[in-house]
Each structure stands twice: as structure tokens, then as C-alpha cells.
């Protein structure tokens, strides 16, 4: 199963955006999908995560209150809405599937182009 982000984009602060996390195929309801972000000079960090069969949701500090991740059964998709956007929050977002929220892929782990989010003061 291969994961898709897409929803990036420039905002100002204070404004939203929703990434969406699209898989290829079914997820098993014992995935667990995460999001991560890299900032520019930053190391990639947690920022959400939500176990696919529970729902069950997970969320960095720095983005409690702010973000919200949900997801679309029938679509195989995961959303991340993002409220109340910071220029902190600029990064490129990530999502991966793995069996554990917080879980970060290997050093092998192709990450591939992520989405951009741009959050201008």
C-alpha cells in the first residue's frame, strides 16, 4: 500500500489547511497512520497519528487544540485539518503507515515528496 500527501499550500497565519493522506489500497485496521513534518534547518517530527481501526488519535503538543486527524473509511483516507496556522508550522508534512503512533521509518525509509505547507506571518 503506498500513501499519497496533497493539500499543502501558502497561508497566512491565523488561516487553515487540510493535507489529505490518501493509501492505494485498503488499510487493516491494525495500521496505525502517522504524520510528520520537517521545517527548513529542523529535524523531521511527530505531529499526528490515528489508529486506522480504533480511530483512536494521537497528537504532538506543539499542535493539540490546533490540528485535528480524521479519516474517510470508504476513501482510504486520512485527513489532518490545521487550525490556527503559525509560521512554525512551515514545513513539509509527511504521512506513513506503521503499526505504532509516533513510530518514525527507518533510516531506509523512502519518504518520498511529502506536501508543502507555507504559513506566512
Known amino acids: 500500500v503506498q500513501l499519497q500527501a496533497s493539500g499543502g499550500g501558502l497561508v497566512q497565519a491565523g488561516g487553515s489547511l487540510r493535507l489529505s493522506c490518501a493509501a492505494s489500497?485498503?488499510?487493516?485496521?491494525?495500521?496505525?497512520i502517522n504524520w510528520f513534518r520537517q521545517g527548513p534547518g529542523k529535524e523531521r517530527e511527530f505531529v499526528a497519528a490515528?489508529?486506522?481501526?480504533?480511530?483512536?488519535?494521537y497528537y504532538a503538543d506543539s499542535v493539540k487544540g490546533r490540528f485535528t486527524i480524521s479519516k474517510d473509511t470508504a476513501q482510504n483516507t486520512v485527513y489532518l485539518q490545521m487550525n490556527s496556522l503559525k509560521p512554525e508550522d512551515t514545513a513539509t508534512y509527511y504521512c506513513?503507515?506503521?503499526?505504532?503512533?509516533?513510530?518514525?521509518?527507518?533510516?531506509?525509509?523512502?519518504w518520498g515528496q511529502g506536501t508543502q505547507v507555507t504559513v506566512s506571518s
Open positions: 506513513t503507515r506503521g503499526t505504532s503512533p509516533y513510530e518514525k521509518p527507518g533510516p531506509s525509509y523512502h
Open positions: 489500497g485498503r488499510l487493516y485496521s491494525s495500521s496505525v
Open positions: 490515528m489508529r486506522w481501526g480504533r480511530g483512536s488519535t
